[in-house]
């Protein structure tokens, strides 16, 4: 599956909204809270962007405050906006993150409504899909309709035009009305995906199986090409399923950093790796082991980067500061 050469290297689909991020409490001990940009999608889109690769971005935002700035955020890291839309009426999502003294993250939407889930697929521009080398995105634009007709549909579309299609299943509880109908959407993309990226606390949502191993095996053995499942500090495991042949399998270590916060550590981690995977002639096709794992080595690393900052898109790091911690 060859990646030719065209204007925009990688589309991403999906939510974009404001990260309300804790950041310490005040001298009357009130919480702060950074307005970040934020979203999966976008942050991969971002995340690419700064490391070279010609990225475009689809997704609904607000004719707010917030709107604004997030488009702004986006075309400062050179990201297309083409396919970003402005709802008249439907405010920008918001989410408020907290963290707590390990780093780790929990969080809360304003959501519904909130602009994100008003994508429609009439709305996106019909070039960005046909001529999208690699389309990606989420599972959280798959909550609600319009949005999640719009994100299948368009990725559908642009397996049918030859792209490699991405999708990490982002797991958020709050935004499902039960977990039953989380695993049933979040499942409903597998059969046309290329490149399927999960963290090993979402194995058994996508697969029904914890290890990372047996999940990555059973999700190949759907027609997956390449698996990725992130195990945080320890790096990635990964099984590579090539057309003919065994399946490359192996885990590549992480980098151990002092974490300020992990937001966006894994959309930093696949944006690395798909703009290694943009760059690459042959595609998904006649991977070697040493330039897979050279590969995930560059996302591991980038992710590090922006684990050491808080934040998502404001701590994602540029290609030279990647190469000079490599």
């Given at each position: 599956?060859?990646?030719?050469?065209?204007?925009?290297?990688?589309?991403?689909?999906?939510?974009?909204?404001?990260?309300?991020?804790?950041?310490?409490?005040?001298?009357?001990?009130?919480?702060?809270?950074?307005?970040?940009?934020?979203?999966?999608?976008?942050?991969?889109?971002?995340?690419?962007?700064?490391?070279?690769?010609?990225?475009?971005?689809?997704?609904?935002?607000?004719?707010?405050?917030?709107?604004?700035s997030?488009?702004?955020?986006?075309?400062?890291?050179?990201?297309?906006?083409?396919?970003?839309?402005?709802?008249e009426?439907?405010?920008?999502?918001?989410?408020?993150?907290?963290?707590?003294?390990?780093?780790?993250?929990?969080?809360?939407?304003?959501?519904?409504?909130?602009?994100?889930?008003?994508?429609?697929?009439?709305?996106?521009?019909?070039?960005?899909?046909a001529?999208?080398?690699?389309l990606?995105?989420?599972?959280?634009?798959?909550?609600?309709?319009?949005?999640?007709?719009?994100?299948?549909?368009?990725?559908?579309?642009?397996?049918?035009?030859?792209?490699?299609?991405?999708?990490?299943?982002?797991?958020?509880?709050?935004?499902?009305?039960?977990e039953?109908?989380?695993?049933?959407?979040?499942?409903?993309?597998?059969?046309?995906?290329?490149?399927?990226?999960?963290?090993?606390?979402?194995?058994?949502?996508?697969?029904?199986?914890?290890?990372?191993?047996?999940?990555?095996?059973?999700?190949?053995?759907?027609?997956?090409?390449?698996?990725?499942?992130?195990?945080?500090?320890?790096?990635?495991?990964?099984?590579?399923?090539?057309?003919?042949?065994?399946?490359?399998?192996?885990?590549?270590?992480?980098?151990?950093?002092?974490?300020?916060?992990?937001?966006?550590?894994?959309?930093?981690?696949?944006?690395?790796?798909?703009?290694?995977?943009?760059q690459?002639?042959?595609?998904?096709?006649?991977?070697?082991?040493?330039?897979?794992?050279?590969?995930?080595?560059?996302?591991?690393?980038?992710?590090?980067?922006?684990?050491?900052?808080?934040?998502?898109?404001?701590?994602?790091?540029?290609?030279?500061?990647?190469?000079?911690?490599l």
């Open positions: 599956m060859a990646i030719t050469a065209r204007n925009i290297d990688i589309v991403t689909v999906g939510e974009v909204l404001i990260d309300l991020t804790q950041t310490g409490v005040d001298e009357r001990g009130v919480r702060t809270l950074a307005a970040n940009p934020g979203g999966a999608p976008a942050n991969v889109a971002v995340a690419a962007s700064r490391l070279g690769t010609k990225t475009a971005f689809v997704g609904c935002i607000g004719t707010d405050a917030f709107g604004d997030l488009r702004e955020t986006l075309e400062k890291d050179g990201v297309d906006t083409t396919g970003l839309i402005a709802h009426t439907i405010p920008t999502t918001l989410a408020v993150v907290t963290v707590n003294p390990d780093g780790e993250r929990s969080f809360t939407f304003y959501r519904r409504p909130g602009a994100d889930i008003c994508l429609e697929r009439s709305a996106i521009p019909e070039s960005l899909i001529d999208a080398p690699i990606h995105f989420g599972s959280v634009s798959l909550t609600d309709d319009p949005a999640r007709t719009a994100t299948l549909e368009a990725a559908k579309d642009a397996k049918a035009a030859g792209a490699i299609i991405t999708y990490d299943p982002n797991y958020r509880p709050a935004l499902w009305p039960s039953e109908e989380a695993i049933q959407w979040m499942r409903a993309p597998l059969d046309m995906v290329d490149v399927l990226k999960i963290s090993d606390e979402e194995t058994a949502l996508l697969s029904g199986y914890e290890a990372p191993d047996a999940a990555a095996e059973a999700l190949t053995d759907q027609g997956i090409r390449l698996v990725l499942v992130t195990l945080g500090p320890d790096g990635v495991y990964y099984r590579y399923q090539p057309e003919d042949g065994e399946a490359l399998t192996g885990t590549v270590p992480g980098f151990q950093v002092t974490v300020a916060d992990t937001n966006g550590a894994g959309d930093t981690f696949f944006g690395a790796f798909l703009s290694k995977l943009s690459r002639e042959n595609g998904l096709d006649d991977f070697e082991a040493d330039e897979l794992e050279a590969d995930l080595t560059f996302a591991n690393r980038a992710a590090s980067l922006t684990t050491s900052k808080p934040g998502a898109i404001p701590a994602m790091p540029t290609l030279e500061e990647v190469e000079a911690a």
